[in-house]
């Protein structure tokens, strides 16, 4: 990151220290696109509503490239290109590129793995993506395929992920291994904690939930009704790990917000970053919204600077940030770093003066 990124991050997170304590009204404009590029997908959660319908009429190859010229003349700082499977578009390394070519410097994918090859790695690389999350919900093959609906694709996903990792080093590359916490997987917890420090990946929870998107499906509710006293005991064994080396492990703090997200969903004590810092672009051309709460405006029809300059989405976005919302819990690691506290609980965690039994 330039010294300049830096500052303009700085100034964007201050700009949200105000609107949160006296300014509610400021409007703090985005700085990520995270790009739908598709909604379908090659696999079939049972965590995930993608698999189960086709989604037409998609951004063509020529919408996508204009949004992302929109974007960077916008000075995005950075894009996320993400799905559904984005790699199951034939032009996602393509658009990627284009982005690049545009001076957008920050590029990430979020993948299930599956078609992260060899020539696909090498393709996303030369493209300028610098920065993975890949998605593992379970330890073994027994445990992942089951809850991915595929058989192999453990095999498949931890394979392609190895391979990434050895180019870590020498692209400077950031990666991180997802696994959705659920009723499903939840003992595995402390196993998939040992998976991560094997591969030295760092591990990202994301928690299940019926409120989003693209997880409004049949089922998902259950999955999101963890039983608390196997989470406590999942967590308590989760800490002895971080205790003995937390290397690739979350946070203190994160590992305390997921155990209140399955009792308290929104937590309205923590204003949502994550909704003013990305500008969400959904494959139809959707616009705006969050991921809890679906857009109303499409790029098909309006202009994307219009669209973050309207009062439509500045009222939208101000209820979001002090979430008069459903929630969902994602990304709530972001919400979690700006705040000071967040800090302080990880160091009296760390002079074992706070644990996740005591909170």
Same mark, same amino acid.
């Given at each position: 990151m330039?010294?300049?990124e830096?500052?303009?991050?700085?100034?964007?997170?201050?700009? &949200?220290?105000?609107?949160?304590?006296? =300014?509610?009204?400021?409007?703090?404009?985005?700085l990520?696109?995270?790009?739908?590029?598709?909604?379908?997908?090659?696999?079939?959660?049972?965590?995930?509503?993608?698999?189960?319908?086709?989604?037409?009429d998609?951004?063509?190859?020529?919408?996508?490239?204009?949004?992302? *010229?929109? =974007?960077?003349?916008?000075?995005?700082?950075?894009?996320?290109?993400?799905?559904?499977?984005? &790699?199951?578009?034939?032009?996602?390394?393509?658009?990627?590129?284009?982005?690049?070519?545009?001076?957008?410097?920050?590029?990430?994918?979020?993948? #299930?793995?599956?078609?992260?090859?060899?020539? $696909?790695? +090498? *393709?996303?690389?030369?493209?300028?993506?610098?920065?993975?999350?890949?998605?593992?919900?379970?330890?073994?093959?027994?445990?992942?395929?089951?809850?991915?609906?595929?058989?192999?694709?453990?095999?498949? +996903?931890?394979?392609?992920?190895?391979?990434?990792?050895?180019?870590?080093?020498?692209?400077?590359?950031?990666?991180?291994?997802?696994?959705?916490? $659920?009723?499903?997987? &939840?003992?595995?917890?402390?196993?998939?904690?040992?998976?991560?420090?094997?591969l030295?990946?760092?591990?990202?929870?994301?928690?299940?939930t019926?409120?989003?998107?693209?997880?409004? *499906?049949?089922?998902?509710?259950?999955?999101?009704?963890?039983? =608390?006293?196997?989470l406590?005991e /999942? $967590? /308590?064994?989760?800490?002895?790990?971080a205790?003995?080396?937390?290397?690739? &492990?979350? @946070?203190y703090?994160?590992? *305390?917000?997921?155990?209140?997200?399955?009792?308290?969903?929104?937590?309205?004590?923590?204003?949502?970053?994550?909704?003013?810092?990305?500008? $969400?672009?959904?494959? @139809?051309?959707?616009?705006?919204?969050?991921?809890?709460?679906d857009?109303?405006?499409?790029?098909?029809?309006?202009?994307?600077?219009?669209?973050?300059?309207?009062?439509?989405?500045?009222?939208?976005?101000?209820?979001?940030?002090?979430?008069?919302?459903?929630?969902?819990?994602?990304?709530?690691s972001? #919400?979690?770093?700006?705040?000071?506290?967040?800090?302080?609980?990880?160091?009296?965690?760390?002079?074992?003066?706070?644990?996740?039994?005591?909170?």
């Open positions: 330039t010294p300049s830096a500052v303009r991050l700085s100034r964007f997170f201050g700009a &949200l220290a105000v609107k949160e304590h006296f =300014l509610p009204r400021l409007h703090v404009r985005p990520v696109g995270e790009l739908f590029l598709t909604e379908n997908c090659n696999l079939r959660c049972i965590s995930c509503n993608c698999w189960r319908g086709t989604t037409r998609e951004l063509t190859t020529d919408e996508w490239r204009d949004v992302i *010229a929109q =974007l960077a003349t916008l000075r995005m700082h950075k894009l996320n290109f993400t799905g559904g499977e984005p &790699l199951i578009r034939p032009d996602a390394v393509e658009l990627i590129g284009f982005a690049r070519d545009l001076g957008i410097r920050h590029l990430h994918v979020n993948t #299930n793995g599956i078609r992260l090859t060899g020539p $696909m790695r +090498t *393709a996303l690389l030369d493209a300028g993506v610098r920065s993975f999350n890949v998605s593992v919900d379970g330890p073994n093959a027994l445990v992942h395929d089951r809850i991915r609906g595929r058989l192999g694709a453990f095999h498949t +996903t931890v394979g392609h992920l190895r391979e990434l990792l050895d180019d870590r080093e020498r692209l400077g590359l950031k990666v991180r291994l997802n696994f959705t916490v $659920m009723r499903e997987n &939840l003992s595995y917890l402390p196993d998939i904690a040992a998976l991560a420090q094997e030295r990946v760092q591990l990202y929870l994301n928690l299940a019926d409120r989003t998107f693209l997880f409004r *499906a049949p089922g998902v509710a259950e999955q999101a009704a963890v039983d =608390l006293t196997e406590g /999942a $967590m /308590a064994r989760l800490e002895l790990i205790r003995a080396n937390r290397r690739w &492990l979350p @946070r703090s994160d590992l *305390a917000y997921v155990r209140r997200h399955f009792t308290e969903l929104v937590q309205r004590d923590l204003p949502c970053a994550e909704s003013q810092l990305k500008l $969400m672009i959904h494959s @139809r051309g959707e616009i705006g919204g969050c991921w809890g709460h857009p109303t405006l499409n790029v098909r029809e309006r202009r994307i600077a219009d669209v973050i300059e309207s009062p439509q989405y500045r009222d939208e976005h101000a209820r979001l940030f002090r979430k008069d919302c459903v929630g969902c819990g994602s990304n709530y972001l #919400n979690l770093r700006w705040r000071p506290s967040s800090y302080l609980a990880d160091a009296l965690w760390r002079a074992r003066a706070r644990d996740l039994g005591t909170r």
